[in-house]
Every structure is written in structure tokens, then in C-alpha cells.
């Protein structure tokens, strides 16, 4: 399913699962510090909040779309 996690100010500490079988929210992030994305996400990426996407990996693998 989908992984709403919207609020969430910073990625330090966060493990995510290799693969969503839906959407992921990330829109409260505004730093990629620390962010490791999953492989395979099934639906959308969400990271909206975002001042910058240097240094970041983007999955292997994103069935729609990626909304920044």
C-alpha cells in the first residue's frame, strides 16, 4: 500500500523497505541528507518539499511518477 509520511521533517534514521507497492509521501522532507530510497516503488514519489535533489538516488524502478 501507500507509505504517508508527509510530516516527517528529516530523513536521519529512516529505513524504508526496498520496495512500495504503492505510493510514497515524502513532502515534509527539504533535505535529502540521509535519505536512502526504496528500489521498486509502484506508484508516485512524492518530495516536494525539496530545496535541492543533489546527491540523491533515485529507485531503480518508479511505476508513475516523481512529483518534486
Not at 536521519?12 to 505510493?23: H, R, S
Not at 515524502?26 to 516503488?41: A, C, D, H, R
Not at 512524492?46 to 546527491?55: A, F, I, K, N, V
Amino acid at each position: 500500500g501507500n507509505l504517508y509520511l508527509s510530516r516527517l521533517k528529516s530523513a536521519e534514521g529512516l529505513i524504508l523497505p526496498k520496495n512500495i507497492e504503492g505510493t510514497l509521501y515524502l513532502s515534509g522532507l527539504q533535505s535529502t541528507e540521509g535519505l536512502v530510497l526504496p528500489e521498486n516503488i509502484e506508484g508516485t514519489l512524492y518530495l516536494r518539499g525539496l530545496q535541492s535533489t543533489e546527491g540523491l538516488v533515485f529507485p531503480e524502478n518508479i511505476r508513475e511518477k516523481i512529483v518534486l
